[in-house]
């Protein structure tokens, strides 16, 4: 039984993966920036994802502290794992855009960039913290803090040449209707990671 859930994650993972190229493949070049057009989406969508385990884990971790149930604790540590994954992609992948449209690979003075590399650090914290302590409940308080303090950052952060939303306030439907396909297989890759982690032990559960 866990040798077919194995293959019908990788199967479902694969599935994902090629969707989103194909959906890079097929989508037009865009008039100013041509195909990196292409990065700056597959940037935005590891970026949402990344937001998204973020909020999820915050909410697993809420519900643990209502009513802590196993199942809870490891679906908020897998969602912070996953979306912590996706999250530090989204920078990686940034770094060849910001490349060709700015210059320098990294905007050390956006404050969206300083942000994005906070959020990094602080996950990979709670996580070690939580891996050494193994208290669920101590786990569940770092992660609901710090989905609560990354909702809050990403409202509070301005941008300089960094555009707030390029995508959701462009101008071209087709290429807003791209992103939302692109979204899809992206969100979905971010779960499934999250939905196999959460399947397994955790180091953060009492020993």
């Not at 940037?43 to 809420?62: N, T």
């Given at each position: 039984m866990m040798s077919n859930r194995r293959r019908l994650f990788?199967?479902?993972?694969?599935?994902?993966?090629?969707?989103?190229?194909?959906?890079?493949?097929?989508?037009?070049?865009?008039?100013?920036?041509?195909?990196?057009?292409?990065?700056?989406?597959?940037?935005?969508?590891?970026?949402?994802?990344?937001?998204?385990?973020?909020?999820?884990?915050?909410?697993?971790?809420?519900?643990?502290?209502?009513?802590?149930?196993?199942?809870?604790?490891?679906?908020a540590v897998a969602l912070l794992i996953s979306g912590l994954g996706f999250w530090i992609a989204h920078f990686l992948v940034s770094m060849p855009a910001t490349r060709l449209t700015w210059g320098p690979w990294i905007a050390w003075g956006e404050p969206r960039v300083t942000m994005t590399l906070q959020i990094a650090a602080a996950g990979l914290i709670v996580l070690g913290v939580s891996a050494l302590l193994k208290e669920p409940k101590f786990t569940a308080v770092a992660i609901a803090l710090l989905a609560l303090t990354i909702a809050i950052m990403a409202a509070r952060t301005g941008v300089l040449r960094h555009p707030l939303d390029p995508i959701g306030t462009s101008p071209s439907a087709s290429l807003r209707f791209i992103y939302l396909l692109l979204l899809l297989p992206i969100i979905s890759a971010m779960f499934l990671i999250a939905w196999r982690l959460a399947a397994r032990p955790l180091n953060v559960e009492m020993a």
């Open positions: 990788w199967f479902l993972l694969a599935a994902c993966a090629a969707m989103a190229l194909l959906i890079l493949a097929l989508m037009p070049a865009e008039k100013t920036l041509g195909q990196v057009i292409k990065i700056v989406y597959l940037h935005g969508a590891l970026s949402r994802a990344g937001m998204l385990g973020f909020a999820a884990a915050g909410v697993f971790a809420g519900a643990y502290l209502i009513r802590p149930r196993p199942e809870f604790i490891r679906w």
